[in-house]
């Protein structure tokens, strides 16, 4: 049967959202589902693991307007130590920004990606807000894509699906002002100060992801 392999970009995997988005996922695909986060240390184990299926997600958070680099840097490997059998590979991709187009730049860096190295595309799907989604009356949006993204996988007829938060720009910049001070002030950082370069430095020296 069409078993599916997940594998997470996120650099946060454990506490990421999108293991969120993939939990989802495989509660909806109806076939087997096997879930792995790419770490620094198991790119070869996983090209090596990517040779047992035909399907592959990949679920990862828009950086920069990119992919997260240690995702690309895995992506590199898989380049250079490439499966026997290219398998499809699909995209579930979430950004923070309300906008789910924001993600069209990530998602021609993985069309190249697998243009260039023979890997058939099969359904994206771009979340808007995904930062936030999960958290609010809105969920069901995400849930019903998702739901949508793993049917599509599973009956063989890939489709790009989007989806986002039904707000306006205006709300959705006041909510997540809102949403942000608030979780300053949990780690006792103001408003000011996360609007400082300084920001930065408190949180690599705290270690924080
Ligand atoms: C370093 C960094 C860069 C980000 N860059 C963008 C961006 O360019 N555009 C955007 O909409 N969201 C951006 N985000 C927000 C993430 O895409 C968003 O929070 C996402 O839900 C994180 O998913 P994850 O928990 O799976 O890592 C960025 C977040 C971080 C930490």
New binding site residues.
């Given amino acids: 049967m069409e078993k599916i392999l997940i594998l997470n970009g996120?650099?946060?995997a454990p506490k990421?959202?999108?293991?969120r988005y993939a939990e989802i996922f495989m509660k909806h695909y109806p076939h087997e589902a096997v879930y792995r986060s790419v770490t620094p240390r198991n790119h070869l184990s996983l090209c090596k693991e990517i040779d047992d299926y035909t399907q592959v997600l990949f679920v990862?958070?828009?950086?920069?307007?990119a992919l997260p680099s240690g995702f690309l840097q895995f992506l590199k490997t898989l380049e250079a130590y490439p499966p026997a059998r290219k398998p499809l590979i699909s995209i579930l991709i979430?950004?923070?920004?309300l906008e789910h187009e924001?993600n069209e730049m990530a998602i021609r860096m993985i069309q190249l990606f697998c243009r260039r190295n023979g890997y058939s595309m099969g359904s994206i799907l771009m979340l808007g807000s995904?930062?936030a989604i999960l958290d609010t009356p809105f969920k069901y949006i995400a849930t019903r894509k998702i739901r949508q993204l793993a049917q599509s996988i599973a009956s063989g007829h890939y489709r790009t699906l989007t989806g986002t938060m039904p707000l306006s720009k205006t709300l959705f910049r006041m909510a997540a002002e809102i949403y942000w001070t608030r979780y300053g002030k949990r780690f006792g950082t103001s408003k000011r100060q996360m609007q400082t370069m300084e920001i930065e430095k408190t949180r690599f020296s705290q270690g924080v992801q």
Avoid: H
């Avoid at 990421?16 to 293991?19: C, D, V």
């Avoid at 990862?60 to 307007?65: G, I, N, Q």
């Avoid at 979430?94 to 920004?97: A, E, K, S, T």
């Fill in positions: 996120s650099p946060r990421s959202n999108s293991k990862f958070p828009l950086y920069a307007d979430n950004c923070g920004f924001q995904g930062e």
